[in-house]
T-cell receptor, first 114, second 114 residues
Framework: KAGVTQTPRYLIKTRGQQVTLSCSPISGHRSVSWYQQTPGQGLQFLFEYFSETQRNKGNFPGRFSGRQFSNSRSEMNVSTLELGDSALYLC?????????????FGPGTRLTVL | AQTVTQSQPEMSVQEAETVTLSCTYDTSENNYYLFWYKQPPSRQMILVIRQEAYKQQNATENRFSVNFQKAAKSFSLKISDSQLGDTAMYFCAFHGPNNNDMRFGAGTRLTVKP
């Protein structure tokens, strides 16, 4: 099976702009989780989608939002970008039917906010 | 809340030798999974090994094995016959039965020296 894919791999934006990141899970996986990785804060959970519904949410401001489509692909949107949003954004997929579960990660999208 | 602690920010090992990375966690749950993920400089987060808490036998995957001490809430990773390709950040992670997100430690940067 193909792994988790993320597009784009790199993004450069300026403060105040918005950005949309995309994640395609492993075929058959219905859960997609998003994480922000920074040198200072490490890996932090943003949110998780399962069957087009947000099932869990981390402690991030409302500028961070997401959605999931019927084919399980997920997008994450960040509005009104701030310098502190510069990070590696990782998505991970899992079957999602039971907890706990094993998540498989994509290569990440490196977002730089200038 | 579940927390994961990796007390070794950096470690190094000579090629072909054995190294052990430490991880402790805090939880009141009885059913959970523990993971070690590897993130090489190329950034892709790769699953190294998984341990189900209900299993007493320590998980092994080729050169990688864990020492799971449930009562002590300790989960260390042993890498035998270290190879240059093992150079990476290693993250210990916890996934419980009622939370849909994974909690990660801060990571240990492992360098394998020739």
């Amino acid at each position: 099976k193909a792994g988790v894919t993320q597009t784009p791999r790199y993004l450069i934006k300026t403060r105040g702009q918005q950005v949309t990141l995309s994640c395609s899970p492993i075929s058959g996986h219905r859960s997609v989780s998003w994480y922000q990785q920074t040198p200072g804060q490490g890996l932090q959970f943003l949110f998780e989608y399962f069957s087009e519904t947000q099932r869990n949410k981390g402690n991030f401001p409302g500028r961070f939002s997401g959605r999931q489509f019927s084919n399980s692909r997920s997008e994450m949107n960040v509005s009104t970008l701030e310098l502190g949003d510069s990070a590696l954004y990782l998505c991970a997929s899992s079957p999602g039917l039971v907890q706990p579960d094993t998540q498989y990660f994509g290569p990440g999208t490196r977002l730089t906010v200038l | 809340a579940q927390t994961v602690t990796q007390s070794q920010p950096e470690m190094s090992v000579q090629e072909a030798e054995t190294v052990t990375l430490s991880c402790t966690y805090d939880t009141s749950e009885n059913n959970y999974y523990l993971f070690w993920y590897k993130q090489p400089p190329s950034r892709q987060m790769i699953l190294v090994i998984r341990q189900e808490a209900y299993k007493q036998q320590n998980a092994t995957e080729n050169r990688f094995s864990v020492n799971f001490q449930k009562a002590a809430k300790s989960f260390s990773l042993k890498i035998s016959d270290s190879q240059l390709g093992d150079t990476a950040m290693y993250f210990c992670a916890f996934h419980g039965p009622n939370n849909n997100d994974m909690r990660f430690g801060a990571g240990t940067r492992l360098t394998v020296k020739p």
